[in-house]
């Protein structure tokens, strides 16, 4: 088989597993979330238009362009963060790291909305420069957003799924300044966590090497 490009393109290669997502998996656990991994971790501080904070972690979360810096995490089902962005506009991400893994962890647990995470789990809460939305004070680096967008996803049949992605442009940087070396931030000093398949798995960054991309 050769693809229109003039390149060959195997009709089998190693053994694998197949399946259509639509027709189940047939395995014991679902591994969708295993092989889309390791992914930063959205910790995303809101706040309500009465004043009510709100501190929550989300699985799906990623960044999606950097002139202008938009970064984006998506709700299963209409939480407390969402209804927050929607009505304030406003939104703080959080950089969880493994000194703040168990605390991360506890702002997971469904409580009601009048429940405030900052004080469930003692973090601080630091007022913003651009935004009314504070961040985590122990985190070593938030990025304080705009939202642009909440888009309701549909699948192919047209049909809405009960997934919410919300977009931000980030318009503050806080960065500890432990974390800055020679003008760089250290991600490896900070020691991000990131979700990493199953219920309870994550992982941390492990060795960093470097690769420049080609020129042409």
Not at 57 to 85: Q, T, W
Not at 124 to 136: E, M, S
Not at 158 to 182: E, M, R
Request: one cysteine or more; proline letters at 8%.
């Amino acid at each position: 088989m050769s693809s229109e490009s003039g390149g060959d393109v195997l009709d089998c290669g190693p053994a694998v597993d197949f399946y259509d997502p639509s027709e189940g998996h047939g395995l014991p656990h679902d591994p969708f979330k295993a092989i889309v991994a390791p992914r930063l971790i959205g910790w995303i501080s809101t706040c309500s238009s009465s004043g009510r904070l709100n501190l929550a972690p989300y699985s799906f979360f990623g960044a999606f362009a950097a002139f202008p810096p938009i970064i984006g995490f998506c709700s299963e089902g209409r939480k407390d963060s969402l209804r927050n962005i929607e009505e304030t506009r406003e939104f703080v991400w959080n950089l969880a790291t493994h000194p703040l893994a168990e605390q991360m962890n506890r702002t997971s647990a469904p409580v009601p909305p009048d429940v405030d995470e900052f004080q469930l789990t003692g973090l601080t809460p630091v007022a913003g420069r651009n935004v009314l939305v504070p961040r985590v004070g122990e985190s070593p680096a938030a990025l304080e957003c705009k939202l642009l967008q909440v888009v309701h996803l549909h699948d192919l049949h047209g049909k809405p799924t009960d997934n919410w992605l919300a977009l931000g442009q980030v318009v503050g940087v806080h960065i500890q300044k432990a974390y800055l070396k020679d003008g760089l931030f250290d991600t490896h000093a900070a020691q991000p966590i990131m979700r990493a398949g199953y219920r309870g798995d994550y992982a941390e960054i492990g060795e960093i090497f470097e690769m420049i991309r080609p020129a042409s």
